[in-house]
Nanobody
Framework: QVQLVESGGGLVQAGGSQRLSCAAS????????MGWFKQAPGTEREFVAT???????SYASSVKGRFTISRDNAKNTVYLQMNSLRPEDTAVYYC???????????????WGQGTQVTVSS
């Protein structure tokens, strides 16, 4: 079974940085498209970033230039480096894995449990 375990969330001051990690198991990590999504209270889960074919990345406009998704296939881990954090970035961040080698509009198949990121003013 696929397991995605996020870590690295917590409280950070606005303007600060945080790095989230997602350790994956149970899937062919190197060939899997991976992503990060977020969900704030009362909102639907929304796309943050994806990475596929090891280096091809895509970002939501709200985080472009501030966040960086990366992966270490040797460690089966995907990261989300978050810089210049804003209070509106506050959300539960979910690691996700697609069942295809590239992101599709129908979304990921597998999800982590989420990690809370809170950005204080």
């Amino acid at each position: 079974q696929v397991q995605l375990v996020e870590s690295g969330g917590g409280l950070v001051q606005a303007g600060g940085s945080q790095r989230l990690s997602c350790a994956a198991s149970g899937l062919s990590f190197g060939s899997a498209a991976m992503g990060w999504f977020k969900q704030a209270p009362g909102t639907e889960r929304e796309f943050v970033a994806t990475i596929y074919r090891n280096t091809i990345t895509s970002y939501a406009s709200s985080v472009k230039g501030r966040f960086t998704i990366s992966r270490d296939n040797a460690k089966n881990t995907v990261y989300l480096q978050m810089n210049s954090l804003r209070p509106e970035d506050t959300a539960v961040y979910y690691c996700a894995a697609y069942d295809v080698p590239f992101p599709t509009t129908r979304g990921p198949k597998y999800w982590g449990q989420g990690t809370q990121v809170t950005v204080s003013s």
